[in-house]
């Protein structure tokens, strides 16, 4: 049988089988990118849930509309507008199952074999397989403690053929941590203006700062129309009820409808009232503020069991929000090969190549999360790594 060529670009790699030892419950992982269930608002959510059943059953159980939930939208709209700008009245908003949608479904409205999508390297697996799997030509552009180089993009939208999207997460980026400065956010927007590109502006972590000043979104400095804004409930309420949103200008936000149609109809319209009428009667800034205070704690005892333990062997930046740390190994090292030793001592990270461009470029960093493990889980992984460290390094 041949499969397709769009799946057959999706091929299992040698990552996968390390993050396989994950599912060994000795081992500690700071592989995942999930959020602490200890930052769900469970209780509020089951008090939510039960009324919703007795009281709109007949609703939360029909189909709905492709759009979304109409007092989400409403709700969504409003509250990123009034806090940070989002959306101007040429724009609409669609709700998404989870940000990883609105990337797929960007894909697949703009993207025909072989256009080229420019995007951060190191960058997201999920978006960087979204793109393969509608065959586009993906190039990775260098970032520096600013973000992405300007400089490169601009050399990369001369010379590539066929740029449709510029790609990119631009606060605590996943995997590297960086937050691109407000200077070279508004040079992405002149670029893509030059170059007639759009942006995917994807900031699922941005409300998760912990440190440091707030940097406007893309979006917000906006003015011509050219950025999609990618949102997510998943890191602020739960990534398991599968909401996220994309706000865009109208015709944009028309075709992504037509894309969701097909995909899956709608997004579970019973986690969508009960994302609706969280965002009307509870304080969604009061809970963030509290997720915030769990991870800024998580973040500075990885940060200082990292510098008991690693020294100057490691070099990283301390994280200022989101969920990840970025690890760099001393040069001519490799980040697979360390992860591969890590797993035999019973620890787990995820080798700076999985985020790569090209899989089999040699990455001498790798990528921790802080978010998921226990502080008891993280003072024993970090001791774990350590002695990897001394055997790898040896
Ligand atoms: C950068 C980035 N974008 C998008 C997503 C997708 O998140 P979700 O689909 O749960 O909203 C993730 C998830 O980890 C992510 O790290």
């Not at 089988?17 to 200890?38: C, H, R, Y």
């Not at 951060?120 to 586009?136: D, K, W």
């Not at 001369?158 to 510029?166: A, D, F, G, Y």
Request: hydrophobic share 35%; charged share 25%.
């Amino acid at each position: 049988m041949e499969y397709s060529d769009r799946i057959s670009t999706l091929q299992p790699s040698a990552i996968r089988e390390i993050l396989k030892v994950t599912q060994d419950k000795s081992v500690i992982s700071f592989a995942a990118g999930n959020p602490d269930p200890e930052s769900f608002p469970a209780r509020d959510m089951a008090e939510i849930a039960s009324g919703l059943f007795r009281e709109s059953s007949s609703d939360a159980l029909q189909y709905g509309v492709s759009e979304g939930y109409t007092p989400l939208r409403e709700l969504t709209s409003e509250r990123i507008k009034r806090k940070y700008n989002i959306g101007r009245d040429s724009d609409d908003l669609i709700i998404t199952s989870g940000g990883q949608q609105v990337i797929e479904m960007t894909a697949k409205v703009f993207l025909n074999e072989g256009d080229a999508v420019l995007c951060e390297t190191p960058s997201f697996i999920g978006a960087l397989n979204a793109f393969r799997s509608y065959n586009a030509n993906l190039v990775g552009i260098p970032m520096d403690d600013f973000g992405m180089d300007p400089d490169a993009l601009e050399a990369a939208l001369k010379k590539t053929p066929r740029v449709k999207l510029i790609y990119t997460i631009p606060t605590f980026q996943n995997p590297s941590g960086i937050t691109m400065s407000l200077k070279r956010r508004e040079r992405l927007i002149e670029l893509s203006e030059k170059y007639d590109v759009y942006i995917i502006e994807d900031n699922p972590y941005f409300e998760l700062r912990f440190d440091g000043e707030f940097v406007p979104t893309i979006k917000s400095l906006d003015s011509t129309g050219r950025v999609i804004y990618a949102g997510s409930y998943s890191k602020v309420l739960s990534p398991g009820i599968r909401i996220g949103y994309a706000c865009a200008r109208r015709d944009i936000i028309q075709k992504l409808t037509v894309a969701k149609q097909v995909s899956d109809v709608h997004t579970n319209l019973f986690f969508q009232m009960l994302a609706a009428e969280y965002l009307k009667t509870r304080d969604i800034d009061a809970h963030i503020s509290k997720i915030r205070e769990i991870y800024r704690k998580k973040s500075s005892l990885m940060c200082f069991e990292m510098d008991k333990n690693f020294g100057s062997r490691v070099g990283y930046t301390r994280p200022q929000g989101g969920l990840f740390i970025w690890c760099k190994l001393p040069d001519g090292y490799d980040g697979m090969e360390f992860c591969r030793i890590c797993a035999a001592s019973k620890v787990a990270a995820v080798p700076g190549s999985a985020f790569s461009v090209d899989e089999n470029e040699i990455v001498p960093a790798f990528r921790l999360n802080f978010s998921l493990p226990t502080e008891e889980q993280i003072k024993t992984g970090i001791s774990r790594m350590s002695e990897a460290l001394s055997e790898y390094l040896k």
